[in-house]
């Protein structure tokens, strides 16, 4: 005896026609629905890596900013000395620029990569949506359905009660 005979046996055929209609009916949304998930959850985290090194790039230039701005004016004593200075701060200077660069070019970056995730977010949505209206109209229809069924049950239960005081006939 396994557990599928066990559960057909426990539930009425009717709550299993439902079942079995709600399991096939979206079975293809749904899987479009967890690869769009997916695709979203790897959109954001693509979009968490892009934020992490654009803010790692902007660090890098604001630190080598500071070290611009905190190096003494002119400190050197001999010609030596002031021509060392001069190339550090250069090399200095052009490390700045090329990160500074980079951080502003990485906004594309930043910016493509928010497009792609807002893009699946919002493909996530449309199909968890169709399948929520689906859900809905699939569950007022059932209860449209329980409805007449109820219905016609107490008309017949009605005519039943009538038609044995119509036999009986008058007292």
């Given at each position: ?25 979206d ?108 859900a ?32 009986a006939?008058?007292?």
């Amino acid at each position: 005896m396994d557990r599928h005979s066990v559960a057909r046996r426990a539930t009425p055929q009717k709550a299993c026609a439902l079942s079995a209609a709600r399991s096939t009916a979206d079975r293809g949304l749904r899987a479009v629905a967890r690869v769009r998930g997916v695709r979203e959850h790897d959109s954001r985290l693509g979009l968490q890596l892009a934020l992490a090194e654009q803010q790692a790039l902007e660090e890098r230039a604001n630190d080598l900013a500071e070290r611009l701005s905190s190096l003494p004016g002119d400190g050197a004593r001999t010609p030596a000395e002031l021509l060392t200075f001069r190339a550090g701060v250069a090399a200095l200077g052009m490390h700045y620029r090329e990160a500074f660069a980079e951080a502003v070019s990485h906004d594309t970056v930043v910016e493509g990569a928010r497009a792609r995730w807002q893009s699946d977010k919002t493909q996530l949505a449309a199909v968890e949506n169709l399948l929520a209206r689906r859900a809905e109209r699939r569950r007022i229809e059932r209860t449209k359905a329980e409805a007449k069924e109820l219905d016609d049950l107490a008309s017949v239960r009605w005519a039943r009660a009538h038609q044995t005081d119509h036999q009986a006939g008058p007292r």
